[in-house]
């Protein structure tokens, strides 16, 4: 290639490259939006109906508007008048009609999509609950099940129709003035281009606002949720201000990125309004030289003038739609993150031979857990094998990664490698859910819903006398029977009047109310007093009876009471056995068991002190 046409080809790439780059804006904001229309296949039928349904109506939008001012016209000349105000009725009950059935056909569109939106993002979030959402913000999975939901609505039901039938009323419009125009005609569709330019041509800065503002919007949400679950910490550690700080910053964000859309919101329909004036000026002055030709009646130039002004309303239609396209996509994209996000497999481990089922049964091999964006296996190949009916305590300083232990066991944090296997059955199912079928773990905070406290207790279609036989066992049910309602009174959000005691107590409820052939209970004397505690260690005397039961414990009354003591440090078990052969045998146990701070205590009888 010579110099001259290297020059050229690089002064040629040089102008396609604004175009090449709107090209990869519009594939980039089109993608997130084409993917999630996927899950709407089953509603495409009744797009359809809404498109067409939507083209009639602008069709017969720019139809009444001309059939009015030709009827008017013809009322001044006193010729035909009659015929046009007829068919102009037609025209205005039909279009009433049709107006009222795309509201209709839209909104059950809009319902469905919103339905099938939100049922895929809480499918998404039950299915990656909690390890792959601790990953993620939780403004940002509120704002994915919440607006950005809603902005999908409005986007498949009322704006993806809208520019498609806005498309298709203009291109109709269009043929019928070049048809009656000719060549004055084709004013109207090169206005239309120039007007469909204009959002285009801002899409680039429109899809950053939009992916600002949602971002804006999420970080906002974020810092309201943390508010107001740090309520208490927030006023006792006198943070109002600065959390108040953080609310306006945040709203202030969010405000900057709506001004900064407003103004270019406005110096886009500056440019509309310039482009209809010209299409209008240009139409009559086209059509007035065709009428002094004699080309044209003098009766035409009103009708066309008409026409050149209400045939841009569809390409409007289109505009307003495309406006919202780059903040819709960005809600898309995170909506399509959260759906795509892998969920938490465990991962194959040593092919062993773990014989017939067996219930209650628990197998780990080699588990190895390592947090996201750490370096550092909290478990570092565990081994544990528990046979059915058996009671093991699972004892470590605090970080030793018991919870984390608890956690994989349930299937709630993926490990990295590993083995794990519930009534002999590997765990192998990608939620874990069949594996929690199996096996319940019960947590050291149990969530109270803001509901009864029947349906507290999750287990719907389970009968009273059930109901109150477990809350007996778990020494709730005289607590439950002072409440005004008793099973049915309504409960505060997070439990309200009640203790960090009674709230482990429902928690266990529930894990017993699922009948479990193990269940695993982490920390559950935590926070009470020596009195409780005991009550509630006789309760899991009583409730363990007859099912496997691993025990994440401090307290040395609790491992006296299993068969077997598991210590976890650095990663592993490094001690196995009943609690009094470890104290005589296990160096390891004795110092775990030792409190430094108090050299009164004698070893067995301290809880196994915190670290740091
Ligand atoms: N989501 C997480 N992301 C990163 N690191 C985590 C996460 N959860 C726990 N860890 C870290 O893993 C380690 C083990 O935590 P884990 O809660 O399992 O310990 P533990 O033995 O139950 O402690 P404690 O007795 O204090 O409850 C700790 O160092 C903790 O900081």
């Known amino acids: 290639m010579s110099a001259t046409s290297l020059t050229e080809a690089r002064a040629d790439a040089h102008a396609d490259a604004p175009v090449r780059r709107l090209v990869s804006t519009w594939r980039t904001v089109a993608a997130p939006l084409v993917a999630l229309g996927a899950h709407l296949r089953a509603e495409a039928r009744l797009a359809v109906q809404v498109v067409v349904v939507a083209w009639l109506v602008l069709v017969l939008g720019v ?22 105000l007829a068919a102009l009725a037609v025209a205005v009950v039909a279009l009433g009609l049709l107006a009222w059935t795309e509201q209709w056909v839209a909104h059950v569109l809009a319902y469905r999509v919103i339905d099938a939106v939100r049922r895929a993002v809480h499918d998404a979030i039950a299915r990656l609950a909690p390890l792959g959402l601790g990953r993620r913000r939780s403004g940002e999975t509120v704002a994915a099940a919440m607006t950005d939901a809603e902005a999908l609505e409005w986007f498949y039901a009322h704006t993806a129709a809208q520019v498609v039938a806005g498309l298709a009323a203009a291109l109709t419009v269009s043929v019928g003035a070049v048809v009656w125009l000719g060549p004055a005609g084709l004013v109207l569709p090169v206005a239309q281009l120039l007007v469909l330019a204009v959002p285009l041509l801002a899409l680039p800065v429109a899809s950053r606002q939009g992916a600002a503002l949602r971002g804006g919007i999420a970080d906002l949400a974020s810092v309201v949720m943390e508010a107001r679950a740090a309520a208490r910490e927030t006023v006792l550690l006198g943070r109002v201000p600065a959390v108040v700080a ?22 886009e ?6 482009v209809g004036a ?7 002055a086209l059509v007035a030289a065709r009428v002094q030709d004699g080309a044209l009646a003098p009766t035409a ?6 026409l050149a002004g209400a045939g841009l309303a569809p390409v409007l239609t289109v505009v307003a739609g495309l406006q919202r396209t780059g903040e819709t996509s960005a809600a898309a994209a995170r ?7 892998p969920g ?6 040593p092919d062993v031979d773990r014989g017939a089922p067996a219930p209650g049964r628990l197998d780990v091999e080699q588990l190895r857990v390592t947090y996201p964006g750490t370096d550092r296996a909290v478990l570092a190949g565990v081994d544990l094998h528990v046979t059915p009916g058996e009671h093991v305590a699972v004892v470590g300083a605090s970080g030793a990664g018991k919870t984390t232990l608890t956690l994989a066991l349930a299937r709630l944090v993926a490990p990295d490698s590993g083995h794990l296997a519930v009534d002999g059955v590997p765990a192998d199912d990608e939620t874990g859910r069949r594996t929690r079928e199996r096996l319940v773990l019960v947590g050291q905070h149990a969530h109270v819903f803001r509901a009864s406290v029947r349906d507290n207790l999750l287990a719907p279609g389970t009968s009273d006398a059930a109901l109150w036989r477990v809350l007996e066992r778990v020494h709730l049910a005289d607590r439950v029977r002072a409440l005004p309602e008793g099973l049915d009174t309504p409960l505060a959000e997070r439990g309200g009047a009640w203790s960090g005691g009674e709230r482990q107590r429902l928690g266990l409820a529930r894990g017993l109310l699922r009948d479990p052939s193990v269940l695993v209970l982490d920390e559950p004397t935590a926070g009470l007093d020596t009195r409780t505690e005991a009550a509630f260690l006789a309760t899991l005397a009583d409730v363990r009876a007859g099912r496997t039961t691993v025990v994440v414990t401090h307290r040395p009354a609790a491992m006296r009471a299993c068969d077997r003591v598991v210590l976890l440090a650095g990663g592993r078990v490094v001690a196995d056995g009943p609690h009094d052969r470890l104290l005589a045998t296990s160096a390891a146990y004795r110092d775990a068991l030792a409190a430094p701070d108090d050299p009164g205590d004698q070893p067995g ?3 196994i002190p915190e670290r740091g």
């Open 63 to 84: 139809g009444t508007t001309v059939l009015s001012v030709a009827a008017t016209t013809a009322a001044v000349v006193d010729d035909g008048a009659g015929a046009l």
């Open 246 to 267: 953080d609310v306006r910053a945040g709203t202030a964000r969010v405000q900057r990125v709506r001004r900064g859309i407003a103004v270019r919101t406005g110096a």
């Open 269 to 274: 329909q500056a440019a509309l309004e310039a």
């Open 278 to 284: 010209a299409t209008v000026l240009t139409t009559l």
């Open 301 to 306: 130039l009103p009708v066309a003038v008409a």
């Open 335 to 341: 909506v399509d993150a959260l759906l795509r996000a």
């Open 344 to 349: 938490a497999r465990p991962a194959d481990g």
């Open 605 to 607: 009888d301290a809880p």
